[in-house]
């Protein structure tokens, strides 16, 4: 089975740290969520809790997957330009595919929540997108790397929108900074979506993932200090 790999060879591993840092991240932001909760009794705050350990566990999964692709069971050819990256055992091959779509499956419920916590008018609008979300999922393999990320900026895109506007009404520091964090995720999926242009463009998506991650973080220890 060929799978593209889209990180340039000396970022190799380098990445992997990247998520751990991610993790590690989100984990504190889910754990102030859960202490603003128990101050508050905010629902959001209780959603934030379980999102943000969402999309730590789906860290835990994509690192699975690309230690598995950078130092185990990978050959490489080069062919022209493009490098194709295959896997020289079946098992690996189950392995990788269960790990690539659990990571997939819980970012895109993380986005998908996030999405359903900020549109509080539902409508038939919302049926629209959970079927289109459906959809995606269900096609989603080692050739859906497009459709999934651009799934991730329409949904962190509202969020994101949502969050602006609360930002311009508000003009407090702790507005700014989680606006900022969803923007910068937003955009992040973007330079992912398209990574096939020119590698160097994955390094920096996982930048500004990170970025994004740290603004949210900022956001919630301010709140908590207060």
Known sequence: MLTLLFSPKWFYGIDIAFE??????????????????????????????????????AFVFKIMTNFDLYFDVLQTMQIGSIQVQYISKSLSTIYR????????????????????????????????????????????????????????VMLLGFVSYYYYINCKKLHTINSRLVASGFIMLTLAN?????????????VLAEVLQLAGFCLLLGAFISVIRK
Do not use: C
């Open 20 to 57: 751990i840092i991610s993790i590690i991240v989100a984990l504190l932001i889910s754990f102030y969520s859960y202490k603003l909760y128990t101050i508050s009794k905010k629902k959001e705050h209780k959603y934030f809790h379980i999102f943000f350990l969402m999309i730590a566990i």
């Open 97 to 152: 595919f269960g790990g690539l779509f659990m990571y997939r499956l819980l970012t895109a419920m993380f986005a998908y929540g996030l999405y359903m916590l900020v549109n509080k008018k539902r409508d038939r609008r919302d049926l629209l997108l959970f079927t289109y979300f459906i959809i995606v999922l269900a096609f989603l393999s080692y050739y859906g790397y497009f459709l999934f990320h651009l799934t991730m």
């Open 190 to 202: 973007v330079v992912f979506a398209v990574v096939e242009l020119d590698l160097v463009l994955y």
